[in-house]
């Protein structure tokens, strides 16, 4: 993958990490994934055309995602 496009991942994943991180705090633990689920395919929708290969774009932006979050912890 090159630069560019790697950067625009990671881009949206920050977006879509702040966003889910916002949206759970003060809800249920029953309500988690169905708001992660959400707003993931929310986000999913901006990168359409970004990842190459065989993965779906919304398993891209769920490993960025996760790259992200363990970065900033």
Excluded: Q
């Excluded at 889910?20 to 959400?38: F, V, W, Y």
Aim: glycine content about 2%; hydrophobic content about 35%; overall charge positive.
């Amino acid at each position: 993958m090159d630069a560019p496009t790697e950067n625009a991942l990671r881009s949206v994943a920050r977006s879509c990490r702040k966003e889910i991180i916002s949206a759970k705090k003060g809800k249920p633990k029953s309500e988690h994934d169905r708001i992660t689920t959400l707003l993931l395919d929310k986000y999913t929708k901006l990168i359409t055309a970004l990842p190459p290969g065989n993965f779906t774009t919304k398993r891209w932006l769920t490993y960025y995602v996760r790259v992200v979050d363990k970065e900033m912890k």
